[in-house]
């Protein structure tokens, strides 16, 4: 096997764990930044726009295709695997610390 064959190669591997990597975080990251965006739009809702909750769970639940749709975009279009990572993450804390204090208020 010569020099060049050896370089793609490995560069052809890189590149798969790359776009695996991409795609692991799109489809984990995804479902739960949205499964945390329905919880925090469906207590949400009710308090903004006094909506029944059951309205509330049902705008919810369809704003979460929204938001999943653009957590795959945003980690396949980001620079690099870290900064989706970091992005999806950071979207995550702040929907988890709207949640706190939403379960705050409530109590």
Known sequence: MSLISKVFVADTARYRWMVASRVLLA????????????????????????????EALLTASLWSFVIYGIAVMFVFTAHTVLRAAVGLSF?????????????LLAA
Do not use: E, K
């Open 27 to 54: 489809v984990v990251g995804g479902y739960l930044l949205s499964s945390l965006a329905i919880i925090v739009l469906a207590m949400l809702l009710p308090v903004l726009f006094s909506a029944p909750q059951a």
């Open 91 to 103: 979207a995550g804390i702040l929907l988890a610390v709207v949640y706190a204090g939403l379960r």
